[in-house]
């Protein structure tokens, strides 16, 4: 059987949306909603959202104690969530579908930051060969070929190579990773 992983923060928050907009389209109030994800969902979100009701019960509005998990979480998508629920509380409207477009949306990203993460792999791989393949060739020719080599550091021509050749490996790794890392 394969190791049973806990979903990455993207699919929680996600499946939290999911949860409030589904228990807002069966009729329960907002409050209720909030205390069914308090009851039913994954740590640490159960935990923030009971810390919210209990704010909410003290007298705070529920989008000021929805700001504070958006902010202890620092998560800027659920930051626009609660900006979302301010606007809607405003202007009025589908409070299910204020919550389900978001879910959708943090679904979505977080299948495309996989996406992106598996193929910058690929790129990193190419990254480690292309630094480990001069290093490697070095290697080689020092025992090979050893009064080949030695030319490298017996003068000051030598010594310029090495240097260039250096320089240039870690321009080329820092440009490399630079390459690679794409944020999503």
Do not use: C
């Not at 509005?61 to 958006?70: K, L, N, R, S, Y």
Request: a positive charge; hydrophobic letters at 45%.
């Amino acid at each position: 059987a394969l190791p049973r992983t806990t979903p990455g923060p993207h699919r929680r928050g996600a499946a939290t949306l999911q949860v409030v907009a589904g228990s807002r389209a069966a009729g329960d109030s907002m409050p209720q909603a909030r205390d069914t994800v308090g009851r039913e969902g994954q740590q640490p979100i159960t935990a923030e959202f009971n810390r919210a009701l209990v704010e909410a019960r003290l007298g705070v509005p529920i989008e000021d104690a929805m700001e504070g998990i958006a902010e202890r979480m620092k998560s800027k998508d659920f930051a626009w969530v609660v900006m979302a629920i301010r606007i809607q509380r405003e202007v009025g409207g589908n409070l299910a579908e204020t919550h389900r477009t978001p879910a959708t949306t943090l679904r979505e990203r977080g299948g495309l930051k996989r996406l992106v993460k598996g193929l910058s792999a690929e790129g990193l791989l190419s990254s480690y060969i292309l630094m480990a393949l001069p290093i490697g060739l070095f290697l080689y020719m020092l025992v090979a070929n050893r009064p080949y080599i030695e030319l490298l550091w017996s003068g000051p021509i030598g010594w310029a190579m090495l240097a260039a050749g250096s320089l240039s490996m870690v321009a080329g790794w820092f440009w490399m990773n630079k390459v690679v890392k794409v944020e999503v």
